[in-house]
Structures are given as structure tokens and as C-alpha cells.
């Protein structure tokens, strides 16, 4: 399901979740978008699960790391007990521990929502829908994907500046600026070089897009289910 969202419509609904979510005042919502988007996430064709893993449990840990740190050190100077009658019985409720488990189940909630869109989204698709649904400009978002396309190979023109400067037999300190220099000098000359081929290509507004993006009804369903559970969540939480 996921894989058949117009990318416009998926990176606006993550957002407006993400902001929605910053306000979330239990850990229950948090895990239960979590819940959600994890479904979507190994539901979807477009997701390696090796890759997925490599992301996730990191931020699994991170987020257990929050949890032990605001459970453990919160403010609240150990555990806040306090005790109120329901139903004839009383129950405990440590204000340090729910406090570590909000911090911790905050962070993944924005953990997995950015890997949704990160690892479900191709980036030339992402920059069509841009332009036919965002209304973006055709200079701006195509600079923009020249420049994602530009960054795996910034790493193998670093190596040829350190190997230049090792040819000509100038050593070089651990933390060196100067094959930086280089690699800014390769930058601008490739973007100059970009620039002049989109520009003797005809690349304007009025051009024609190979790659073809719509809104569906599953869009719109889409855009407003995930925000309105969301939104519905906290307002139930906040009439507790």
C-alpha cells in the first residue's frame, strides 16, 4: 500500500504527524504510530529488511538510551509515587519511569516516521511530485537532485585529493583542510558544468516530465487517516 503514495502527499503526511506528535503528551500514542509505521515499513516491496535493521536497531537503542536516562536521572529526584483509588484498588504510578518511557518512545516514533519516507521514497520520483503536486520549480528541485546524486560521489573525489597531494609527496596532517579545498573546487566546477547542460538542454517551466505522478483517493485517504489518528490520540489523552 504504501509503495503506491504519491511521494508529495507521503512526505507532507509524515510531516504533519512528526508536528502532531511533538505535542503528544503519553507514550502510549507514540508507540502505537510507531506500530503503524513499522507495519507500513516491512509491508513495503521498496524496503531491504537488512537495510531497514541497520537503521532501526540503532534507534532502538538510542531510544532505550533516553528511556534509561530519564527514568534513572529525572528531575523528579527518584520515583514520584503517588496513589489514587480506582474500582476499590490502588495503583502505583512512578513519575520518573513514565517520564523515561515518553522521552524513549518519542524518539523512535520520529525515528521510524523519517526512515518511512527515507527508504520508501525514490528520489526522482519525490522531485516530480514535487513539481506537478508541490508546485515546485523545475531549476530548484532538479539542483536539488543533482546535489543528492552529488553526494556519494564526493567521497571518491576527497580520496583523489588526498592522492593528488600524495603524488606530488606533501604529507598531510591527520585533520587536513587543504584536499577540502580541492574537493570545493571540483564541486563548483561540476555544478558550472550542470548548470550549462540543463541550460543548453532547454530545462525550463514549460518542459515536459517523463516521470508522470497523480493524487489518487488512496492519497487523500492516506493524508488524512494518519494525521486524524494522531490528532484524535491526543485529544483523547488530554480528556483523561
Known amino acids: 500500500m ?3 503514495i504519491n511521494p508529495f502527499i507521503k512526505l507532507v503526511t509524515v510531516l504533519v504527524t512528526s508536528l502532531l506528535l511533538m505535542f503528544s503528551p503519553d507514550w502510549r500514542l507514540n508507540t502505537f504510530i510507531s506500530v503503524i509505521v513499522l507495519l507500513l515499513l516491512f509491508t513495503s516491496k521498496r524496503v531491504q529488511l537488512r537495510q531497514a535493521l541497520k537503521i532501526i536497531l540503532p534507534a532502538l537503542f538510542l531510544s532505550c538510551s533516553f528511556f534509561i536516562t530519564g527514568w534513572k536521572f529525572s528531575h523528579t529526584g527518584g520515583a514520584d509515587l503517588s496513589l489514587s483509588v480506582q474500582s476499590t484498588r490502588y495503583v502505583l504510578e512512578d513519575a520518573a519511569f513514565l517520564n523515561g518511557l515518553q522521552l524513549g518512545t518519542r524518539i523512535f516514533s520520529f525515528a521510524v516516521l523519517g526512515l518511512l519516507t527515507a527508504l520508501t521514497i525514490y528520489p526522482n520520483e519525490l522531485i516530480a511530485s514535487m ?10 528541485s532538479y539542483g536539488v537532485l543533482a546535489s543528492v546524486y552529488l553526494i556519494p560521489s564526493m567521497s571518491k573525489n576527497y580520496s583523489q585529493a588526498k592522492l593528488a597531494f600524495q603524488v606530488r609527496q606533501i604529507k598531510l596532517k591527520k585533520f587536513d ?9 571540483r564541486s563548483i566546477r561540476w555544478s558550472d558544468a550542470l548548470a550549462m547542460a540543463m541550460h543548453a538542454k532547454g530545462f525550463s517551466e514549460e518542459r515536459t516530465h517523463y516521470i508522470q505522478t497523480k493524487v489518487k483517493g488512496s492519497d487523500v485517504v492516506f493524508l488524512i487517516s494518519l494525521p486524524l489518528i494522531t490528532l484524535g490520540g491526543l485529544v483523547y489523552l488530554m480528556l483523561l
Open 177 to 185: 583542510y587543504r584536499p577540502l579545498v580541492g574537493l570545493l573546487i
Open 131 to 140: 513539481v506537478q503536486q508541490g508546485k515546485l520549480s523545475n531549476s530548484l
Open 2 to 4: 504504501i509503495d503506491r
